[in-house]
């Protein structure tokens, strides 16, 4: 049985804290201008919240409708650029290219199959040069490899450790 995160969202604020420090450093030395991220699994915006405040535009996607709803209340109220869209991250197609696809802790929800499923489809969408940051259990890395390995495109592992993996598309 799955985790009921939209009746987490529907009753409390920030429910998952404060935004992965391991990104949070990742943003601070991208250096460069603003970048289009998508954020998979976006729950309330814990992530995707700090990503805009540093001016980057951000699509945030998640199945519940209670996390997207409060990701977009905190987008209006600090006048960040965030798009929220409620999909299920199995069927969602990600509209156009991104510099950076940020996954954190979201794809260990799926069933095997799934996950890497997702993960092909995902990758698809990351323009030339681009990043895609996950965080997700040490267990399903190998798999996340082989996704990337078997790609048409290129690309360079940057960060491999602790249940963290970023790929640049080369």
Same mark, same amino acid.
């Given at each position: 049985?799955?985790?009921?995160?939209?009746?987490?969202?529907?009753?409390?604020? /920030?429910?998952?804290? /404060?935004?992965?420090?391991?990104?949070?450093?990742?943003?601070?030395?991208?250096?460069?201008?603003?970048?289009?991220?998508?954020?998979?699994g976006c729950g309330q915006g814990r992530d995707a919240l700090f990503i805009a405040a540093l001016g980057h535009s951000v699509v945030g996607v998640d199945?519940?409708?209670?996390?997207?709803?409060?990701?977009?209340?905190?987008?209006?109220?600090?006048?960040?650029?965030? /798009?929220?869209?409620?999909?299920?991250?199995?069927?969602?197609?990600?509209?156009?290219?991104?510099?950076?696809?940020?996954?954190?802790?979201?794809?260990?929800?799926?069933?095997?199959?799934?996950?890497?499923?997702?993960?092909?489809?995902?990758?698809?969408?990351?323009?030339?040069?681009?990043?895609?940051?996950?965080?997700?259990?040490?267990?399903?890395?190998?798999?996340?490899?082989?996704?990337?390995?078997?790609?048409?495109?290129?690309?360079?592992?940057?960060?491999?450790?602790?249940?963290?993996?970023?790929?640049?598309?080369?």
């Amino acid at each position: 049985m799955t985790y009921d995160y939209d009746k987490l969202y529907g009753s409390t604020p /920030q429910a998952l804290g /404060q935004p992965t420090q391991v990104f949070r450093d990742f943003f601070d030395q991208l250096g460069g201008g603003p970048v289009r991220v998508l954020d998979v699994g976006c729950g309330q915006g814990r992530d995707a919240l700090f990503i805009a405040a540093l001016g980057h535009s951000v699509v945030g996607v998640d199945l519940s409708a209670n996390g997207v709803r409060d990701l977009i209340n905190a987008a209006r109220a600090e006048n960040l650029q965030i /798009q929220g869209i409620v999909a299920d991250i199995v069927t969602y197609v990600p509209p156009g290219e991104f510099e950076v696809i940020l996954i954190d802790r979201t794809l260990h929800m799926l069933s095997k199959t799934e996950r890497l499923a997702v993960l092909e489809r995902l990758i698809c969408h990351v323009a030339d040069g681009g990043w895609v940051l996950i965080a997700d259990e040490r267990s399903n890395l190998p798999g996340f490899r082989d996704v990337f390995a078997a790609s048409a495109a290129d690309w360079t592992t940057e960060l491999d450790m602790r249940g963290y993996l970023f790929l640049r598309k080369s």
